[in-house]
């Protein structure tokens, strides 16, 4: 499954940010209705403290899922410290068909690459750079744009106005992720707003395996109505 494809599908599309990049968790997020589900390499996840590695260690997680599930895969490559230029490539032929990276971190070899490339803004964004990224080539923008002080509290109207703000400057696909702990009701306003679609992640989803998917579930049905 390409990322890519799903976008051009119509419909609007549930990627899970995963708690750990276990197949495990991939499995039972796409059993659950995610469209695509999303790994971490090379960084410290704000809010589980996970630590998350290199990509050689994050390989057989990929092979296993392209093998036994039907779902678009994409990664963070890296922060701070970035996933290599080579291994950028390697991922492609791995099947990952796309990356999610801010692009305060994002180095220009980044741009290069022929997977799906969602660039993410965070909280100090500046408005004019909305309007620049489709000429960069993004193909999806993650609006990531809550300061971390406020992570994990309820979405408010404020948040919608920086949304549709945004939104409104570009005319590529919008991502929203769960930076605020978004409700089920709340993601019909979410979409009607122009996003193309939701991440959700552990502020909404937990860690725990059994109720992880129970709650992915829960977004899907939410999406699809």
Not at 24 to 49: C, F, M, P, Q, W
Not at 139 to 145: K, L, Q, T
Not at 183 to 196: A, M, N, P
Request: with cysteine.
């Amino acid at each position: 499954m390409n990322f890519s494809d799903l976008m051009n599908q119509g419909k609007n599309l549930l990627v899970v940010s995963l708690p750990e990049n276990t197949y495990e968790y991939a499995r039972v997020a796409v059993e659950n209705g995610a469209d695509a589900v999303k790994l971490h390499i090379n960084l410290r996840h704000r809010v589980t403290k996970q630590i998350h590695s290199s990509w050689d260690t994050v390989k057989p997680v990929v092979e296993k899922i392209k093998s036994n599930l039907n779902c678009a895969v994409g990664i963070v490559p890296g922060a701070e410290t970035m996933a290599s230029e080579p291994e950028i490539m390697e991922m492609l032929e791995y099947g990952i068909s796309f990356y999610d990276v801010y692009i305060d971190f994002a180095p220009l070899y980044l741009l290069k690459s022929k997977m799906c490339k969602m660039f993410a803004l965070n909280y100090t964004y500046e408005r004019y750079m909305a309007e620049q990224l489709s000429s960069f080539g993004a193909d999806a923008v993650e609006i990531s744009i809550i300061n971390p002080e406020n992570y994990g509290k309820s979405l408010t109207l404020m948040d919608l106005i920086g949304y549709k703000d945004l939104i409104e400057k570009m005319n590529i696909p919008t991502f929203v992720p769960t930076q605020k702990k978004i409700k089920c009701d709340e993601v019909k306003k979410l979409i009607e707003i122009g996003f193309k679609g939701l991440i959700i992640g552990p502020i909404v989803t937990g860690s725990e395996i059994e109720e992880f998917g129970n709650i992915v579930n829960k977004y899907k049905k939410s999406i699809n109505q």
